[in-house]
């Protein structure tokens, strides 16, 4: 059976490059995406470069959408061998000024967002082989490098790298590995055009996570070398 890979917030940016990539890679791609019209267009767009992609409803910070993803990825495969967690969201405000309701927010999709996708995949991909979920983190959620600012996003990015860590411990016996990956300043409509990276050098660890068995689980990732959380 052909490998198959989940990726959240995947119509555009990271997202679709890390599903790009993986189909040009063999997998079948599950392109998830909260707004039909963009997932089926960047479904389509991948199946035009010979990828064999597939528009999956899905939206994070819904337990609904991600409960209806999961009942249809079960109906149709009965498995999942990779998930990556990618979509997000970005909030500037420092913590001295940021409402509540933008921090919940950013939680939603950033924390909850991953942990629901896990919650309910992991039964899917302990039936994979070589499984394995991929956190898109941040450096801004690094400890040592909370400085002002963003405080929802390194506040959820943090969070985000607990998961990591709980997962691939309470995971270790079943071989289903678990990473965090900072993808560095990509041009993106999050990281803006002038950020330093391509969105091919953003997606090149996830990537590489999916594919090698060299990864450490439990890790946080940058270009492809083991960083501090
Ligand atoms: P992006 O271009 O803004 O793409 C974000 C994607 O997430 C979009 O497809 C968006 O869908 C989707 N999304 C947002 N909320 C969602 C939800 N509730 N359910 C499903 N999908 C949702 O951003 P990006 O730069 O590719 O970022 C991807 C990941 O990399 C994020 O986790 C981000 O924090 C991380 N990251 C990015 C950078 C950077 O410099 N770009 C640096 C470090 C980490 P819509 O199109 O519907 O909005």
Redesign the pocket.
């Known amino acids: 059976m052909t490998k198959l890979a989940l990726i959240?917030?995947?119509?555009?940016?990271?997202?679709?490059?890390i599903s790009l990539e993986l189909s040009k890679k063999g997998f079948t791609v599950l392109l998830?995406?909260?707004?039909a019209q963009?997932?089926e267009a960047a479904a389509a767009q991948i199946k035009k470069e010979g990828g064999d992609a597939i528009y999956l409803s899905?939206?994070?910070?819904?337990e609904d959408?991600v409960r209806q993803a999961k009942d249809w990825v079960q109906e149709k495969y009965g498995k999942l061998d990779v998930l990556v967690?990618?979509?997000?969201?970005?909030s500037h405000k420092g913590l001295v000024e940021v409402e509540t309701e933008e921090v919940k927010n950013t939680m939603?999709?950033?924390f909850y967002?991953p942990m629901r996708m896990n919650h309910y995949f992991i039964p899917l991909l302990k039936k994979g082989s070589s499984a394995k979920i991929i956190n898109?983190?941040?450096?801004?959620g690094a400890l040592d490098d909370l400085h002002g600012g963003y405080a929802a996003?390194r506040l959820?990015?943090a969070g985000l790298n607990a998961q990591t860590i709980l997962l691939a411990n309470e995971l270790k016996s079943t071989g289903i590995k678990v990473f965090a990956v900072?993808?560095?300043?990509?041009?993106?409509?999050?990281?803006?055009q002038g950020?330093s990276?391509p969105?091919e050098k953003?997606a090149e660890t996830p990537v590489w996570l999916a594919t090698t068995e060299e990864g450490l689980t439990g890790k946080f990732y940058r270009d492809k070398k083991v960083i501090a959380y």
């Open positions: 959240t917030g995947a119509n555009k940016g990271i997202g679709y490059e998830g995406a909260r707004d963009r997932g899905l939206d994070v910070s819904n959408s967690n990618n979509a997000g969201i970005i939603e999709t950033n967002g898109i983190s941040s450096g801004m996003y959820s990015k900072c993808p560095g300043w990509v041009k993106t409509d999050m990281g803006g950020a990276r969105v953003g």
